[in-house]
C-alpha cells in the first residue's frame, strides 16, 4: 500500500502496483483508509472512565496520568496472581511487531494468562497441521495457471480480492471453477457451478469425492504410496461416504457430487492442474477441523501436488520464517507457567469465580486489535462479563467501540499509517513493511511504545523493553529476509519452491500427507478424518428450525470500519437475508424489520428475501457494531461459545435460531 502525503496529512491510500499480488488494487475498506485515520470520532488523548461501567462516559486524562494509574493497579493484582490479567488481542493489525511484539515480552514479563488466539482459524489451522504438516500449500500466483478451481468455504470476491484476481485470470485462459458454499455468495455468481452444502457438511462431501475416485480409480497410485499415510484406512473411510448418503446430510443432489468428483479426477486423467482455494469459512462449525483434514487429503489422490497450479492453499502464514523467541521473548517467563485463556470462551470466562480448575477469577483484562464485546460468541454473555463493576478494562483503540465503552482507561492507537510494522500473509509469501506515511495523529501512540513505558512504569529494566520498532521489525525474521530490501521495495518475496511437494516432503513427523494422524489418535481423536454432525444441525429442532451463518460483509473487516460512514452507507443495515418460502411461512416481507432469535437470545435487523439464501439457511451479514444496529446487539448475541473438533476455535456458523416477524408502527 502507498500513501501519498502532502504537509505531513495523508491524502490517498492506494495499492502497489510494482507488487505482483496487490497489482496497484485495494479492496473497497482499505482504500477508505485516510477517512477512517481522520475520522471526527478518532480517539485523540488518553480517556478515563467517569459514569458506570458501559455507559461509554469518559474524560480527558493525560497520558502520565493513565499510565501510572494502570500500572499501579496492575502491580496491585499482580501482587496477589499476575494471573488474574488477561491480555485480549486478535486481529486489528497482526503485524508482528503492533500485534505480539512489545506486548508479548510485557504479558511474559508480568507472568499474566496467556491468551490462547483461536478466534478465527485455530480449528481448520489444526486440521492442516495434522495432514500437511502446517499452514502450508501451493504458491498463490499459480491459481493463474489452474485448470480447475475449487474454491471451498471462501467468499474471495469480497473477502481475498487478491486470490480472485488469479482466479480471474485462469478462468479467461479456460479453467473450471466450481464454488462450495452454503450461501449462493457473490463469488459463486461468477463460478461455473455452485456447490450450496448445508453448514458443516464439508466433510461428508469431500469423503464421497474420495469414494468416486476409488470407484473409478482415478487415484494417482504412485504418488499415494511414496508420498502419504494410511490410505488403506483412508479407502475403507471413504467407501463408506457414497454420493447417495453424501447428498442427504449436505442437502445437495447426488449428480451434482458425482460430477464434482468427475471433474476432479478428469484432471488426474488428463494430468491437467487443479487446485483448491479452501478457506476459512467451513471450518467455523463443531467438525471444522475433521472438514478441513478430509478436503486436505484430496489433492494427493490425484498426485494434484506434482504441478505448481495443483494441489491446495488454506493459507501461506507457515512457509514464513518469523523468529518468535526473538520477538516475544517468551524466556522471559523465567520458569513461570501461567495459564490459559481461550478467547473464544471469554463471556464465560469473565464471569467465572476462582476454582482450583480455572486459577484466580480475571480481575484485570487489557485489550488491543481486538472488539470482543462485538466478535466474540455468545456475546450478552461478553457484555455481562465486561459490565462487572469489580473487572479493571484498559482498551487501546482507534475508536470508541463495543468495547471501550466498557473500559475504564481508552488508551489511543496509533494506525497503520503511523507506525512501524512488518507483516507475514495468509495468502502469498511476500513479507511486507509497513514504515510510517505521518506523525501519529493527536496523541496516539502505537501499541508497543504503550507497553514500553507501562514496562518502565513497572520497573522492568531488560533491555529488550527499549528495542524501537524498527529494531523489531530487523529482529522479526532472524535476517532471513533482506531488510534493505524492504526498506527500498516495502515487500520481498521468500525463496518458496514452485512445486513444493512435488515430491513429498510434508512437514509432519512422517514427512508425508497423513490420511492417518497419529497425532490426533495420540489426543483420543479419531485418526482419520470423519464427517461430525453440528451441535445445532440443520433441521434438528422444531423449535429453532433455521440454521444460520454469520459471515463477512463486503464493505467492513470484521467489526472494523462499520463506523466508516461511507462504507456503512454501502452496506445499509445490519441485514438477515432469508429465502422466499422461508420468509412466507413466516408472513415475512422484504425489508421488515425482523426478530432472529435462540435461547441464547435475540438479534433485531432487517429482513433480505434474497435468492443467496438457501431454504433452511439464513445469514446475519456482516460483524456490525452493537451500538449501531438495532436494539444494541449485533448477530454474535445468537451464537455459542462451544468449541470446534480441533483448535479450540468458535463455532460461529453452527447456529440454530428461528426468525419473526416485528410489528413497527
Ligand atoms: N471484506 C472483508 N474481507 C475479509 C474479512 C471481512 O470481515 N470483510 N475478514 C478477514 C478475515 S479476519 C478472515 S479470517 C478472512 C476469512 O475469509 P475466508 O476464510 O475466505 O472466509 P469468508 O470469505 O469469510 O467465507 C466465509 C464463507 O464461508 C461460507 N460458509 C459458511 N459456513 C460454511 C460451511 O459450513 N461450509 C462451507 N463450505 N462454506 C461455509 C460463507 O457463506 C462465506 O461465503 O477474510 C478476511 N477478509
Ligand atoms: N459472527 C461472527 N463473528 C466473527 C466472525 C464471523 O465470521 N462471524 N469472524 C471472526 C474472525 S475470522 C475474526 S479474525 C474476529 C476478528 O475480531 P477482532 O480481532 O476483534 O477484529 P475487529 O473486529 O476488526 O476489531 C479490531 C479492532 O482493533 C482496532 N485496531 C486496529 N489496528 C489497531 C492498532 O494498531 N492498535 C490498536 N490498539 N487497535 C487497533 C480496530 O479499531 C478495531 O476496533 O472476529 C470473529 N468474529
Ligand atoms: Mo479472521
Not at 102 to 122: E, N
Not at 379 to 391: C, N, Y
Not at 575 to 601: P, W
Not at 639 to 652: A, I, N, Y
Amino acid at each position: 500500500m502507498i500513501t501519498d502525503v502532502q504537509d505531513g496529512i495523508a491524502i490517498k491510500v492506494h495499492g502497489n502496483p510494482a507488487h505482483a499480488h496487490t497489482h496497484g488494487t485495494l479492496c473497497a475498506k482499505v482504500s477508505k483508509y485516510t477517512e477512517r485515520t481522520y475520522h471526527p470520532e478518532r480517539i485523540l488523548h488518553p480517556l478515563k472512565r467517569v459514569g458506570p461501567k458501559g455507559t461509554g462516559q469518559f474524560e480527558q486524562v493525560s497520558w502520565d496520568a493513565a499510565l501510572s494509574d494502570i500500572a499501579a493497579r496492575l502491580q496491585g493484582i499482580a501482587a496477589r496472581d499476575p494471573q488474574a490479567i488477561v491480555p485480549y488481542s486478535y486481529a486489528g493489525t497482526m503485524g508482528l511487531v503492533q500485534a505480539e511484539g512489545m506486548a508479548a515480552r510485557f504479558w511474559h514479563k508480568l507472568g499474566a494468562s496467556l491468551l490462547d488466539r483461536t478466534i478465527c482459524s485455530s480449528a481448520g489451522g489444526e486440521g492442516l497441521v495434522h495432514t500437511l504438516g502446517g499452514k502450508v500449500g501451493m504458491k498463490v500466483e499459480f491459481f493463474a495457471h489452474s485448470q480447475l478451481i475449487i474454491i471451498w468455504g471462501s467468499n474471495s470476491v469480497t473477502s481475498n480480492l487478491h486470490f480472485w484476481r488469479y482466479a480471474q485470470e485462469a478462468k479467461r485462459k479456460g479453467a473450471r471453477l466450481i464454488c462450495i458454499d452454503p450461501r449462493k455468495t457473490e463469488t459463486a455468481d461468477k463460478c461455473h457451478e455452485h456447490i450450496q452444502l448445508l453448514p458443516g457438511t464439508d466433510a461428508a462431501l469431500a469423503l464421497a469425492v474420495m469414494h468416486e475416485l476409488i470407484a473409478h480409480n482415478w487415484l494417482d497410485h504412485d504418488y499415494i504410496a511414496q508420498h502419504t499415510l494410511g490410505w488403506d484406512a483412508l479407502k475403507v473411510r471413504a467407501l463408506q461416504w457414497s454420493p447417495a448418503r453424501a447428498a442427504q446430510v449436505c442437502g445437495v443432489s447426488e449428480q451434482q457430487i458425482v460430477a464434482l468428483a468427475r471433474d476432479y479426477g478428469m484432471s488426474y486423467v488428463q494430468q491437467t492442474p487443479a487446485a483448491i482455494r479452501v478457506n476459512y469459512g467451513m471450518q467455523r462449525v463443531r467438525g471444522g477441523g475433521n472438514a478441513m483434514r478430509a478436503v486436505a487429503c484430496l489433492p494427493a489422490l490425484i498426485g494434484a501436488w506434482r504441478q505448481p497450479a495443483g494441489g491446495l492453499l488454506l493459507s501461506s502464514s507457515g512457509m514464513f520464517p518469523v523468529d518468535k523467541q526473538a520477538l516475544q521473548r517468551p524466556d522471559l517467563l523465567a520458569g513461570k507457567t501461567p495459564r490459559t485463556i481461550n478467547m473464544s470462551t471469554i463471556g464465560n470466562d469473565l464471569l467465572r469465580p476462582s476454582s482450583a480448575a480455572f486459577g484466580p477469577q480475571i480481575e484485570a483484562l487489557v485489550v488491543y486489535n481486538s472488539n470482543p464485546v462485538a466478535v466474540a460468541p455468545d456475546s450478552s454473555k461478553v457484555a455481562q462479563g465486561f459490565a462487572r463493576e469489580d473487572l479493571f478494562t484498559v482498551v487501546l483503540e482507534h475508536f470508541q467501540t463495543d468495547t471501550a465503552d466498557y473500559a475504564d482507561y481508552i488508551l489511543p492507537a496509533t494506525t497503520q499509517l503511523e507506525h512501524w510494522d512488518v507483516h507475514l500473509s495468509y495468502g502469498h509469501t511476500d513479507v511486507t513493511l509497513n514504515q510510517p506515511a505521518i506523525a501519529p495523529v493527536g496523541q496516539a501512540k502505537p501499541n508497543t511504545q504503550i507497553f514500553r513505558e507501562l514496562a518502565q512504569r513497572m520497573g522492568y529494566t531488560d533491555t529488550c523493553f527499549a528495542d524501537s520498532d524498527e529494531a523489531m521489525c530487523r529482529q522479526a525474521f532472524a535476517g532471513q529476509v533482506d531488510f534493505e530490501q524492504l526498506l527500498r521495495d516495502g515487500f520481498a518475496s521468500l525463496n518458496v519452491p514452485d512445486a513444493p511437494f512435488a515430491q513429498g516432503g510434508f512437514p509432519t513427523p512422517s514427512g508425508k500427507c497423513e490420511f492417518v494422524s497419529a497425532r490426533l489418535q495420540a489426543q483420543g481423536q479419531d485418526g482419520l478424518p470423519d464427517h461430525v454432525p453440528n451441535y445445532e444441525s440443520a433441521g434438528s429442532s422444531a423449535q429453532f428450525p433455521l440454521a444460520m451463518i454469520s459471515p463477512p460483509a463486503r464493505n467492513f473487516l470484521n467489526s472494523t470500519f462499520v463506523n466508516v460512514k461511507t462504507l456503512r452507507d454501502m452496506e445499509g443495515e445490519p441485514l438477515l437475508e432469508i429465502h422466499a418460502d422461508d420468509a412466507a411461512r413466516r408472513s415475512i416481507r422484504d425489508g421488515q424489520t425482523v426478530r432472529v432469535f435462540n435461547d441464547r437470545g435475540s438479534y433485531h435487523c432487517k429482513a433480505h428475501i434474497s435468492p443467496r439464501a438457501r431454504a433452511g439457511v439464513v445469514h446475519g451479514m456482516g460483524i456490525w457494531w452493537r451500538k449501531l444496529g438495532l436494539q444494541g446487539t449485533n448477530v454474535n448475541e445468537l451464537t455459542s461459545q462451544q468449541l470446534t473438533d480441533m483448535g479450540r476455535g468458535p463455532v460461529f456458523y453452527d447456529c440454530l435460531v428461528e426468525v419473526s416477524g416485528v410489528e413497527t408502527q
